[in-house]
């Protein structure tokens, strides 16, 4: 049974590895920001969640296996809030997304990140508080 | 610990290792502001994982507890640096006109 149990968490370590290496080659090779947000998020979540869920086979006590299931937890609600406020970021810097771009709706609409940003304090607006 | 599963850490520090390498290359290289924090981000979850990688591998169940610190600290910063884009671009703005 525990032989079993360590196979199971050999092949999750593998997958993990695996997930993460596609996470750093998609953001290498994917030409604008935004799509490398889109593969370093998905595929490190999944990567270091399979890790950790391996972590959580491996140990038998039952702390141990709850703070590996926490940490899953917590990546799982982390990551995806980060990924899109740095997407959401990037879009209202201006990035140039990649010449074969088809489609960008969130352009003419009243949600465009950029527009929200820069009417807020736009031009000639005098910025009061703060540094 | 059985051979296989070994084998299998082993590997996975391997793959991680070049994962991380392919990481600083697009930390190193940019272009934009974005694409680093980006790569910094992914830099923070591979530590992560390698991480729990080393509890397997040195059979030390602490070592979870690092990870989750680890895990706490990246999604902040990268919180922080989104932040700190947008306010960089009002002010960018402001300065042109």
């Known amino acids: 049974?525990?032989?079993?149990?360590?196979?199971?968490?050999g092949l999750l370590v593998l997958g993990g590895a695996c997930f993460c290496f596609v996470a750093a080659l998609g953001i290498v090779r994917l030409p604008d920001p935004i799509m490398r947000m889109h593969a370093s998020s998905k595929a490190g979540t999944v990567g270091c969640g399979l890790i950790l869920l391996s972590v959580a086979l491996h140990f038998p006590e039952g702390g141990v296996m709850a703070r590996a299931l926490a940490a899953i937890a917590f990546l799982l609600i982390s990551t995806p809030v980060a990924a899109h406020m740095i997407g959401r970021a990037a879009y209202a810097c201006g990035v140039e997304l990649c010449a074969g771009t088809i489609a960008d709706e969130l352009k003419d609409t009243k949600d465009n990140p950029r527009r929200l940003l820069l009417g807020q304090a736009g031009p000639g607006v005098e910025r009061t508080g703060g540094p | 610990m059985i051979p296989f599963?070994?084998?299998?850490?082993?590997?996975?520090?391997?793959?991680l290792l070049l994962a991380l390498v392919l990481a600083s290359v697009?930390?190193?290289?940019?272009?934009?502001?974005?694409?680093?924090?980006?790569?910094?981000?992914?830099?923070?979850?591979?530590?992560?994982?390698?991480?729990?990688?080393?509890?397997?591998?040195?059979?030390?169940?602490?070592?979870?507890d690092a990870a989750i610190a680890l895990a706490l600290v990246a999604f902040f910063g990268t919180v922080a640096y989104a932040r700190f884009v947008e306010?960089?671009?009002?002010?960018?703005?402001?300065?042109?006109d």
């Open chain 2, 26 to 64: 697009r930390i190193l290289r940019g272009p934009s502001l974005p694409d680093r924090i980006i790569a910094v981000d992914l830099f923070g979850t591979l530590c992560v994982a390698a991480i729990a990688l080393l509890a397997l591998y040195t059979d030390q169940p602490v070592f979870i």
């Open chain 1, 1 to 9: 049974m525990t032989d079993l149990l360590q196979i199971l968490a």
């Open chain 2, 87 to 96: 306010r960089r671009t009002v002010e960018e703005t402001n300065a042109d």
């Open chain 2, 5 to 15: 599963l070994q084998i299998c850490i082993e590997i996975a520090l391997g793959v």
